[in-house]
């Protein structure tokens, strides 16, 4: 296994999503070689985590890039310009929807703010954001067993929490939610040991 992420992917759950495909690579581009802080995967695998869960329960492919593309606006230099200019105004839309303001300096206010543009969109932004909370509630359980802050941890879950009751309210019955939920209730429920403890 290589240090250095690849610059192309070929996973095959985006085989027949050629707007996919394009996000993939844009990603893998812009994403470079940052790294994910709770395991140090390639940052990129979170993002393909989410759209990968959205191909999976059959949403339509620009839908699925949007998901590929949700951080770039965040972590990245890249802007909404430049996506809808690549990838159309859906796409571009739904990133900007799920993306925190970097001009509001408050953490919580800002994942309020983006809470609040989920609600009053609804439709796929709503999916996108349910779909990156269930890999964040995984990517916080891998923090917690590594020994992370206990008071970043519990403020990042009651945050997904908030988002859950949120998304409850305006994506009722999604099975994305059933997962959401349930990566939750573990948490709370069945908590991971910190390495070295209970091994």
């Given at each position: 296994m290589?240090?250095?992420?690849?610059r192309?992917a070929s996973l095959?759950?985006?085989d027949h999503?050629?707007t996919?495909?394009?996000?993939?690579?844009?990603a893998l581009?812009h994403h470079?070689?940052?790294?994910r802080a709770?395991?140090?995967?390639?940052?990129?695998?979170?993002?393909?985590?989410?759209?990968?869960m959205?191909q999976?329960?059959?949403y339509p492919?620009?839908v699925?890039a949007?998901?590929?593309?949700?951080?770039?606006?965040e972590d990245?230099?890249a802007d909404?310009?430049?996506?809808?200019?690549?990838?159309?105004p859906e796409?571009?839309?739904l990133?900007?929807?799920?993306?925190?303001d970097?001009?509001?300096?408050?953490?919580?206010e800002?994942?309020?703010?983006?809470?609040?543009?989920?609600?009053?969109?609804?439709?796929?932004?709503?999916?996108?954001y349910a779909a990156?909370?269930?890999?964040?509630?995984?990517?916080?359980?891998?923090?917690i067993a590594r020994?992370?802050?206990q008071?970043?941890?519990?403020?990042?879950?009651?945050r997904?929490?908030?988002?859950?009751?949120?998304l409850?309210?305006?994506?009722p019955?999604?099975?994305?939610?059933?997962?959401?939920r349930f990566?939750?209730?573990?948490?709370?429920?069945l908590?991971p040991?910190e390495?070295?403890?209970?091994?």
């Amino acid at each position: 296994m290589g240090e250095t992420p690849p610059r192309e992917a070929s996973l095959s759950f985006f085989d027949h999503l050629p707007t996919t495909q394009d996000a993939v690579t844009f990603a893998l581009e812009h994403h470079g070689d940052q790294r994910r802080a709770a395991d140090g995967a390639p940052f990129v695998l979170h993002p393909l985590e989410v759209a990968a869960m959205l191909q999976r329960f059959g949403y339509p492919d620009h839908v699925v890039a949007a998901a590929v593309l949700h951080d770039v606006i965040e972590d990245t230099d890249a802007d909404r310009t430049e996506l809808e200019a690549r990838f159309g105004p859906e796409v571009g839309e739904l990133v900007a929807l799920v993306s925190d303001d970097d001009s509001v300096e408050d953490e919580e206010e800002r994942k309020d703010r983006v809470r609040e543009r989920v609600r009053e969109a609804g439709d796929y932004a709503a999916v996108v954001y349910a779909a990156d909370k269930v890999s964040k509630a995984r990517e916080l359980r891998t923090l917690i067993a590594r020994g992370g802050d206990q008071d970043e941890a519990n403020a990042k879950f009651e945050r997904y929490r908030r988002s859950l009751e949120m998304l409850e309210e305006i994506i009722p019955g999604s099975q994305l939610l059933e997962v959401l939920r349930f990566e939750l209730e573990a948490l709370e429920k069945l908590p991971p040991a910190e390495a070295g403890h209970g091994s």
